[in-house]
């Protein structure tokens, strides 16, 4: 992303996600919440973008860090009763904030101790650690262990899931492509070299650790009030797994293309489920003629991922020149 | 090619807008059908069990429609997979009450998924049938859930009388899932009835659902020499626990809920598991007619015998066509007033009464593992 265009990229964007949340009750609430969805995997996966595609540091624990968020901001916002919408939107800013904090304190605590390592050897660290999370959530009574927390108030809307993913954009965006951020493309491209040149590459692998777990922890906090109802298990190694894919498919290091990926892996399961209930269709008699996709919904996707992996290897939507 | 972020996301999110709100919602009663939502977990690591109780569920269907329906209409049942995965029941509910605009809803066998539910069709106001869920807070969301199961402590309750009362244990060891919300519930209810019974509790050790190995639990238990031991978990689990229990030389009977209830048990665990107990909610060889002739059709229809989660499918569809008919009509307020009053359902699974909790009252069975197959042993009425 051009920096000059960033501003007026984030002013615009918390504009219309503003506008999006007025209209927001003619929605139907089946889409809504898609949206809200799509939201979410945008911050989730453009901060991961920040970690895996500009600073090069496999992580596959980035719904740990969610998960950290998710219930800090929950167990916040439970105790408060009903609130009218000011105080209301004000302790879910407060809440999601808190989230994030917590999620980065997270990432700083693993980070830390961890990011001396490289390649293969910090993936299955952080993927250690993300599972480590699960399993403290699942034993800690307070907030429910294997049974879950319900989430009281339901405060996500378009506003603040698209107004916050503009902001997760601008930062990542901005971050990069300032004097500070070509660090983390400089720990990307060539570790050692970096290092020669005297860039504390371990510093900035633990700052890219820290603000994506922060933005997780915020997406996780957005989560929560959209579902209103959190088991450990929805935070576990697959969940990282989808958000590494979006990351991939869109090309790591490469923020339009990780939106449009997330965007795509989302609305791909729902789309394929719609299609298998149309119950009619031009050309066929039988009732719900596409009703076959429905069974083989996940077999499709995961078709699609192959199929784009072997054809688009440098990510779906790469239309630059990977900088290298 | 260069696309600006900013240009991109407006044309997107306009697109996108412009398509959710050109879905409009169609009345759960409109036209010659009433519509019925399911959400089941079809695939993933659950799916023995949301499969069955699709199939019981889908049977009932079936029968009410040849029978003419119900209100003079068809039954038209939508049903969604939620891959076992949490934060996908949400999604499924919202769209088979918003878009598709179903009259009720029908599921889920895992109380975890039941309560991520629950509050959409509270919120919406469509009643809710949980066939299976065990867990109480399901049916606490509000006074549009229902379920035609029995709840944790009862089944915790009744192994612990059973334990006591009919093998006469004095010192057992409990064996749970900590993963699982279901098996934490069944063991505290559990402990509680033996130390009511005046039981001892010999050792009291956990696992993780997923886990492989449990020898170091079971050498643990072992050492405390209980007389009995109560694993109140899902099968896979069980199979390979008392596996081995055996080979570590531990004799005692083991006994627990039904999450053994599936066909899979005997495959995993074999011959470790004869003489081996749980509690469940129906048996094939209960002789009374009406569970005859739905084995007779299930088997008919899907050529095996139905088990627990089969049956509670069945019962929920059923209890469901019966209350719509009570209310004469499918609108929400009134099928929920219909089922609150539920009295004396005659369900496959026993004769159902709903309770003030919205929850079944209605009796457990017992069954026994005997060279391969479960034997039905006894039923204990609430």
């Not at chain 2, 055996?246 to 495959?267: A, H």
């Not at chain 2, 209960?286 to 005859?292: G, H, I």
């Amino acid at each position: 992303m051009n920096f000059r265009h960033a501003k007026t990229f984030l002013l615009g964007a918390l504009a219309a996600s503003f506008l999006a949340a007025l209209v927001a009750s003619r929605i139907n609430p089946y889409w809504l919440y898609i949206f809200y969805d799509i939201g979410i995997s945008i911050v989730m996966a453009v901060s991961l973008n920040l970690i895996n595609g500009y600073t090069g540091q496999f992580s596959l624990g980035h719904a740990g860090f969610m998960a950290v968020g998710a219930y800090t901001s929950a167990v916040i916002t439970n105790q408060f009763g009903e609130l009218n919408f000011f105080a209301a939107n004000g302790i879910f800013a407060v809440a999601l904030y808190a989230g994030g904090l917590a999620a980065a304190l997270a990432g700083l605590l693993v980070g830390i101790p961890t990011l001396r390592l490289r390649g293969d050897y910090l993936a299955i660290v952080t993927l250690g650690f993300g599972e480590i999370i699960r399993v403290i959530l699942q034993n800690m009574d307070k907030v429910g262990a294997a049974r879950g927390l319900s989430v009281n108030h339901g405060w996500t809307n378009l506003f603040w899931t698209f107004g916050l993913a503009a902001v997760t954009i601008y930062v990542v965006a901005s971050l990069v492509n300032s004097t500070y951020g070509r660090g983390f493309i400089a720990v990307h491209d060539d570790e050692v070299a970096a290092e020669a040149m005297g860039i504390n590459t371990t510093k900035y692998k633990v700052t890219a650790f820290v603000i994506g777990a922060f933005f997780a922890g915020i997406a996780g906090g957005l989560y929560a009030h959209s579902k209103q109802f959190l088991t450990p298990g929805g935070f576990g190694f697959m969940q990282s797994i989808t958000f590494v894919v979006m990351v991939i498919l869109g090309g790591m290091g490469n923020t339009v293309g990780v939106i449009l990926a997330a965007i795509l892996l989302t609305l791909l399961p729902e789309g394929l489920r719609m299609l298998s209930g149309i119950e009619h269709l031009p050309g066929f008699t039988a009732e719900r003629p596409l009703g076959w996709i429905g069974d083989t919904r996940m077999i499709i996707y995961s078709l699609l991922l192959i199929v784009l992996m072997l054809t688009r290897p440098q990510g779906l939507f790469s239309f630059r020149r990977k900088r290298n | 090619m260069k696309i600006w972020p900013g240009q991109f996301l407006a044309a997107a999110a306009g697109a996108v807008l412009l398509a959710g709100c050109n879905q409009s919602a169609s009345p759960g009663a409109g036209g010659d059908t009433i519509k019925i939502g399911e959400f089941a977990s079809l695939t993933g690591s659950e799916a023995t069990f949301g499969q069955s109780s699709h199939r019981g569920t889908q049977l009932a269907i079936d029968e009410l429609n040849a029978g003419g329906g119900v209100l003079g209409k068809k039954i038209q049942l939508l049903t969604e997979d939620n891959q076992s995965q949490a934060g996908q029941s949400a999604t499924v509910v919202r769209k088979l009450i918003s878009s598709d605009g179903v009259a009720a809803i029908l599921g889920e066998v895992a109380s975890s998924r039941s309560l991520e539910a629950a509050p959409i069709c509270q919120q919406n106001k469509v009643p809710m049938i949980s066939p299976s869920s065990t867990n109480p807070k399901v049916t606490e969301t509000g006074d549009y859930i229902f379920r035609v199961c029995f709840i944790d402590p009862f089944q915790g309750t009744v192994m612990a009388n059973f334990a006591r009362q009919t093998l006469k244990l004095q010192n057992v060891a409990v064996l749970k899932d900590v993963k699982s919300d279901y098996s934490l519930g069944l063991a505290k209810f559990f402990k509680e009835g033996v130390a009511a019974g005046g039981g001892r509790l010999a050792a009291e050790q956990n696992y993780s659902g997923g886990d492989k190995d449990f020898n170091a639990q079971l050498t643990a238990i072992k050492a405390a020499n209980p007389d009995g031991i109560f694993v109140p978990g899902y099968y896979t689990e069980v199979g390979l626990i008392a596996l081995q229990a055996k080979q570590l030389g531990i004799t005692v009977p083991i006994f627990g809920g039904d999450g053994w209830e599936s066909s899979s048990l005997v495959t995993i665990g074999g011959a470790a598991l004869e003489g081996d107990y749980f509690s469940t909610h129906f048996s094939p060889e209960d002789t009374a007619p009406a569970v005859q002739n739905f084995v007779k059709s299930y088997q008919a229809k899907f050529n095996e015998t139905p088990d627990a989660m089969a049956a509670l499918g069945y019962d929920s569809a059923m209890m469901l066509a019966d209350a719509m008919k009570k209310a004469g009509a499918t609108d929400g307020a009134k099928v929920r007033d219909a089922l609150a009053a539920e009295k004396n359902f005659p369900g496959v699974t026993g004769t159902i009464t709903m309770d003030a909790h919205r929850d079944a009252s209605k009796p457990a069975v017992i069954l026994e593992i005997k060279n391969g197959a479960f034997k039905y042993v006894e039923t204990v009425a609430p």
